[in-house]
């Protein structure tokens, strides 16, 4: 029997990479990377597409290696986790706390496929 947890996705970086260090002093850098799906409707000649975010962590040395940016393609290899965190929720008044759970991709590699073009701000 096989039991996985593999995700491979390939998307582009919707900001350059946030990084951030635990209470422990362990670096990481988070990333927001982008995939999305067309396909045309049954009934019409007309595309459809959703667009997926995604929240990939990536950790240690590897990290404070990553050369992408906003807008460049990528091909992240990982593996999902959830997690849960306390919220609060206002009700009028009242705040009522809630368990949240979060989904994230934990990046065993990242690798740029293509760098985004970066044009002028003046045209």
Known sequence: MIDTNET???GF?????ELKTTDKGTGYAVLSVATSASW????SNEWETRTEWHRVVVWGKQANRLTVSK????LVIG??????????VAKGKTKIEVKRRM???HAAGVERLYK???TDGGE
Do not use: H, N, Q, S
């Open 103 to 105: 989904a994230e991709i």
């Open 116 to 118: 985004a073009e970066k």
């Open 40 to 43: 045309k409707k049954a009934d």
């Open 8 to 10: 491979r996705l390939i």
């Open 13 to 17: 970086l919707g900001a350059d990479p």
């Open 71 to 74: 807008g460049d393609k990528v």
């Open 79 to 88: 593996e999902i986790r959830y997690r849960e965190y306390d919220d609060e």
